[in-house]
């Protein structure tokens, strides 16, 4: 089983994933690493489940630091093994009502969803290296591609838009970089999920979510690499197809 590291997992997604990743786990070799600011309620009931199989690490994506000082926990924890799979699922959303010039949150939106991401990948990276999976995933949106853009512009969240659109830059960015050294990076899109930034009226229950975004995961080769991927959901075969997103 790999040892598997989620940021943003005290709540929605990113705790789904958790909760689903420790539920696989076979041995208590295998390491799910649940990274937030705060470990939430809910995360820790699923903590105190697990038998030893998670570890929680603080980690907030805007404080370079604590990012450094979460990598070396990490690294502690896993003594002598690698880290297979970072799934960076922390982010932040936000809508601006009225013409663009009103939107006032961009810089926000592009530390957390972007910078953030970026810190959390370099600062990890060296755990990866003697891995044979070397997965990175990012939990990327539709919202971001610039094919759909006018599809799309009823939601009233730009800047979120506009860090998305980046975030997948930065994916394909890293994808090119370190594809000699065997990584795997990927964009994945979750679908519209039921959770609290989606809303009740989504498609999709956050369970659904997150056992579509693990199985795109696994799934992914070095064929893969540098892809925006779509979930696969039975049922929803139009929407959710599982083949690559439009940039």
């Not at 093994?81 to 699922?89: A, E, V």
């Not at 006018?150 to 800047?159: G, Q």
């Not at 999920?193 to 229950?205: E, I, V």
Request: charged share 20%.
């Amino acid at each position: 089983m790999s040892n598997v590291l989620v940021t943003g997992s005290s709540r929605g997604l990113g705790l789904e994933l958790v909760r689903q990743l420790t539920a696989q786990r076979t041995s208590e070799k295998a390491l799910v690493v649940a990274t937030a600011r705060k470990c939430s309620s809910e995360l820790h009931e699923v903590i105190s489940g697990a038998n030893g199989t998670i570890v929680f690490v603080p980690l907030d994506v805007t404080d370079e630091r604590t990012i450094a000082q979460s990598a070396e926990s990490v690294r502690s924890a896993l003594g002598d093994r690698s880290l297979d799979i970072l799934i960076n699922c922390a982010g932040v959303h936000s809508e601006t009502h009225g013409k663009i010039t009103s939107m006032s949150d961009l810089d926000f939106q592009l530390k957390v969803n972007v910078t953030g991401t970026h810190n959390v990948i370099r600062h990890y990276l060296p755990l990866m290296q003697n891995s044979t999976s070397k997965k990175v995933v990012n939990i990327s949106s539709t919202f971001g591609s610039l094919t759909k853009a006018r599809e799309v512009f009823y939601a009233p969240c730009p800047a979120y838009k506009i860090s998305k659109a980046a975030l997948n830059a930065l994916t394909v960015q890293y994808a090119l970089s370190y594809e000699d050294e065997g990584f795997v990076f990927i964009a994945v899109n979750p679908g519209w999920l039921q959770s609290d930034m989606g809303g009740q009226d989504a498609d999709l229950t956050v369970p659904q979510g997150a056992e579509a975004v693990l199985n795109t995961i696994m799934a992914a080769n070095s064929r893969d690499n540098g892809c925006f991927k779509n979930i696969y959901v039975p049922g929803w075969a139009k929407k959710y197809d599982g083949e690559n997103a439009h940039w």
